[in-house]
């Protein structure tokens, strides 16, 4: 299949998957407050989301949700918080299922992998190519030639080298003759799209959830989506696809959700799974949050979020190794890099 193709709206999908077991099964009344760790700085696309997602589990669980930001090592630092933690139900984490599946590879976080979680999918979102409103760059085809011949004078703004920023430009690079190029990281993406729109960078590649608002704002230019199709954002000339200057390059839209370290009670998953069908999945706030910021709601959970997830987790952990930032082989983690496919998958 094109990857290029697999921007799936998920909807109300999900809910057909709990069948007659779960409404039997015993909902989980938690006692305390729940903490869901952010594994980057406040504004950025994760840190969007997990809080527009919160309130509404705390309504339907009946105690508090905290949302606890805890950057550092590319989400890296958080993320080992919550497996460290105990696996009593109340301890979660918010981030791109891409890094938590690939974090093993980048060698970030030793023996992890995808199925280390239970998978709760909110929104998908896709990177956008901007500039400072003053930049010397029209389009990306200026941009491009700038990155062939000026390279490492280009300054990129991303949230770390395994944010979706950072495999972002490492992507442009891989699929542009591999140019060079100075990234600048910062704890997030949404500080990240603030030092470009400052100037402090002359490029940022996160995503369009971070930059909207800049982007509306007449802040930053966006030259740029990397999709097949335009980004169509109120109040914004469309934005066009990358695949106008690179026509072969592989695409595949980064899932965002909330992900619970495996070994938690039954009870605990059951509740959320039902909560995840019943309340995120139709979702208004979550919904409005999607069409306002440039993402897509495609709320799902299971075995659906593991399969919608997987296309983009392979096209990073397979670019991480071209671009020789891998430190160890995806294949331990169960992708063949010289197929391009799930090893085991059918």
């Not at 169509?232 to 934005?239: A, E, Q, S």
Request: proline share 6%.
């Amino acid at each position: 299949m094109d990857r290029r193709n697999l921007f799936i709206l998920a909807g109300g999908a999900s809910a057909l998957l709990l069948g007659t077991s779960l409404a039997m099964a015993q909902d989980w009344q938690p006692d305390r407050p729940i903490n869901l760790i952010v594994p980057w700085g406040a504004g950025g696309s994760t840190d969007q989301i997990a809080r527009v997602t919160a309130p509404i589990l705390a309504e339907a669980l009946g105690v508090d949700v905290v949302v606890v930001n805890q950057p550092g090592a590319s989400g890296a630092i958080g993320t080992q918080e919550v497996l460290n933690a105990p696996r009593d139900g109340y301890t979660w984490t918010a981030n791109a299922i891409a890094n938590n599946a690939t974090y093993a590879v980048t060698g970030l976080l030793e023996g992890t992998d995808i199925d280390d979680w239970h998978i709760y999918l909110s929104v998908a979102n896709v990177p956008v190519v901007s500039v400072p409103a003053d930049s010397e760059f029209q389009d990306f085809g200026q941009l491009l030639e700038a990155f062939k011949t000026r390279g490492n004078e280009i300054s990129v703004a991303t949230a770390g080298i395994t944010s979706s920023g950072g495999t972002a430009i490492g992507a442009l690079s891989g699929a542009a003759e591999n140019f060079p190029f100075n990234m600048v990281t910062y704890d997030g993406g949404g500080p990240a799209a603030i030092a470009a729109a400052s100037g402090e960078a002359m490029v940022t590649t996160q995503l369009a959830v971070e930059q909207t608002e800049l982007i509306r704002g007449g802040r930053l230019r966006a030259l740029a989506v990397l999709s097949d199709k335009p980004l169509v954002l109120d109040g914004v000339d469309p934005i066009p696809p990358i695949t106008e200057w690179l026509p072969d390059m592989e695409l595949a839209p980064d899932y965002f959700g909330i992900f619970v370290p495996v070994g938690v009670p039954e009870e605990v998953l059951a509740t959320l799974d039902k909560i995840w069908a019943e309340k995120i999945a139709t979702s208004p706030e979550i919904k409005t949050y999607a069409e306002t910021f440039g993402a897509v709601f495609a709320p799902s959970f299971g075995a659906e979020a593991r399969a919608l997830a997987m296309p983009v987790v392979i096209l990073e952990a397979c670019d991480a190794v071209e671009r020789g930032e891998a430190v160890t082989d995806p294949s331990t983690i169960g992708i063949d890099c010289e197929t391009r496919t799930e090893i085991g998958a059918q």
